[in-house]
């Protein structure tokens, strides 16, 4: 009778950390059927095929250009309008603006080739051999390192040429010149490996994430480690199950004789404030300002996708200042304001997984991924909102529209929440990024080089007047870019993410025949 009750005991905590995982937003509750694909075959497979390739009385969605535009608004003002002179009805008599607006996002993932379930975890890893073209160079792809942990997250060039790198469950170390991984850094926050699978990715609670330097770390050495630190027992979550719970956490410490010392607590939160929920959502990346300070992410690490990201008293979906001791700046936007955390810098983040300061204009840029569309580049200005889990660019993974705001109760002005540099949609599952400010590639100098997971895809974005006017895609097909660096030499490196093991790779140009 006890051991029966033991299982209806364990069973139910697991029914409520799983909620707490599905609430996140994310697509484990669709991977068996995605509910888009039901809405296309009952309104168009008819006309345009299972596969989208058309049909005798309708054009194909894949394989050509369309005709009336390819964005999700052209698409969606195809299918609201209808073509009727050519047969196609006015859909904006049958559906809704969500139907519609899930119908284009699922026509663009087709055409791009990337279904939302597909993470390309596993799928084919062929660095490029030969010359690689870009628009203004030719580069090469050359092996830095390989054989790592499949789930590395950050590395961070040294200066003289070796590489510090995180993996996510085991923790920091460091590459050598020769590509040769050290030995764990011991006495570095420690990094669990106790995590499970869903689907193709792996969850987990107390994983290491960023890694980077202080600017002036040859004269004082500091490094700067940003990872889930885990408890058991530790709070009323915790208490209530067998599972630990983690936060985010900000320290900095030196490397002495392959140790980790010095060790400072820069920010960490109330216990009260560590949850069950994967550390996949975290966030985790850091950035400096040329003016002493350091900025960092929180993801949506409460009990849900929308659990305290708008709320200005809780830690979750911001980006935090400080200085880089760890003091809070008075010049912080909510310092001041009656039980706000007076480190938030911005609010309303989902999933960021890049921050880098733009040295050239003395600014905060960040990316996020979105649900299924609204990935987001965005210009992180001080007090600003940034929307999650009020609107999105993109829908929810079962195609309805996110508006969460109805369910918390908050009003809100679409004019007061910031709105993306740069949306994509269909979503590319964006990760990190760089302004580019080497030598190796002079021409790239001010662009952002921004890296993406699920399609596993190089991007180069030319900025002026803090717009994107010009985009390229610099590598294709390649792995998941987990994180993106210049090096010492110029070259800009890749942490690449991958089910046989993750690798570092650096992108060379091709000396030009002048010399």
């Not at 995605?34 to 075959?41: A, C, H, K, N």
């Not at 490029?128 to 054989?147: H, I, N």
């Not at 320290?251 to 820069?266: P, S």
């Not at 550390?279 to 002493?292: E, I, K, L, Q, S």
Request: aromatic share 8%; net charge negative.
């Amino acid at each position: 009778m006890a051991r029966s009750r033991v299982r209806k005991v364990l069973l139910s905590v697991f029914v409520i950390l799983l909620a707490s995982v599905l609430s996140c937003g994310l697509w484990i509750r669709f991977a068996e059927r995605d509910p888009l694909v039901g809405l296309y075959q009952e309104n168009c497979v008819h006309c345009h095929g299972e596969n989208l390739e058309g049909t005798p009385i309708g054009t194909p969605l894949v394989g050509d250009d369309l005709r009336h535009g390819d964005s999700v608004a052209d698409v969606m003002n195809s299918i609201s309008q209808g073509f009727p002179a050519r047969g196609m009805p006015a859909w904006s008599e049958v559906l809704d603006d969500a139907q519609i607006q899930s119908l284009a996002i699922y026509i663009l993932e087709r055409r791009v080739g990337r279904r939302f379930v597909d993470f390309k975890v596993d799928a084919p890893l062929e660095i490029p051999e030969g010359l690689v073209e870009s628009e203004m160079y030719d580069f090469r792809v050359e092996s830095v390192a390989s054989g790592l942990h499949p789930l590395p997250f950050s590395i961070a060039p040294l200066p003289d040429g070796r590489i510090l790198l995180v993996e996510k469950t085991r923790g920091l170390s460091i590459i050598g010149v020769n590509g040769v991984q050290s030995e764990l850094i011991r006495g570095a926050p420690e990094a669990h490996d106790d995590g499970f699978e869903m689907g193709t990715l792996e969850w987990g609670l107390g994983w290491m994430m960023d890694v980077a330097l202080h600017p002036a770390y040859e004269d004082n050495g500091w490094i700067y480690l940003h990872h889930g630190h885990r408890c058991s027992d530790c709070n009323d979550w915790s208490r209530k199950s067998p599972f630990p719970v983690s936060m985010n956490r900000l320290v900095r410490g030196r490397i002495r004789d392959g140790a980790w010392v010095d060790e400072e607590i820069l920010w960490s939160t109330d216990l009260e404030n560590y949850t069950s929920t994967p550390d996949m959502a975290a966030g985790g990346r850091v950035a400096f300002d040329d003016t002493g300070h350091v900025y960092f992410s929180v993801g949506m690490k409460g009990t849900s996708n929308h659990q305290g990201i708008q709320e200005l008293d809780m830690p979750y979906g911001k980006i935090h200042r400080l200085y880089d001791d760890g003091r809070v700046p008075a010049d912080n936007p909510f310092v001041g304001t009656p039980e706000a955390l007076d480190t938030i810098w911005t609010r309303g983040h989902r999933s960021p997984q890049g921050l880098e300061f733009n040295h050239r204009t003395q600014q905060l840029w960040g990316t996020e991924m979105g649900p299924r569309g609204g990935d987001e580049f965005n210009l992180l200005q001080p007090g600003r909102n940034y929307g999650w889990p009020l609107t999105s660019k993109g829908m929810d993974y079962d195609g309805t529209p996110v508006e969460y705001g109805k369910e918390l109760g908050i009003e809100f002005d679409l004019d007061e929440i910031e709105q993306p540099v740069v949306d994509w949609t269909p979503a590319p599952a964006v990760s990190s990024f760089i302004f580019y400010e080497g030598d190796a590639f002079p021409d790239w100098r001010g662009n952002a080089v921004v890296g993406s997971l699920k399609a596993s895809e190089l991007y180069r974005l030319v900025m002026e007047d803090d717009r994107v006017i010009r985009s390229e895609t610099l590598l294709a097909s390649l792995a998941r870019i987990r994180d993106v660096e210049i090096g010492p030499d110029g070259g800009i490196y890749l942490l690449l993410e991958h089910a046989s093991g993750g690798r570092i790779v650096r992108l060379v140009p091709e000396p030009s025949p002048e010399g």
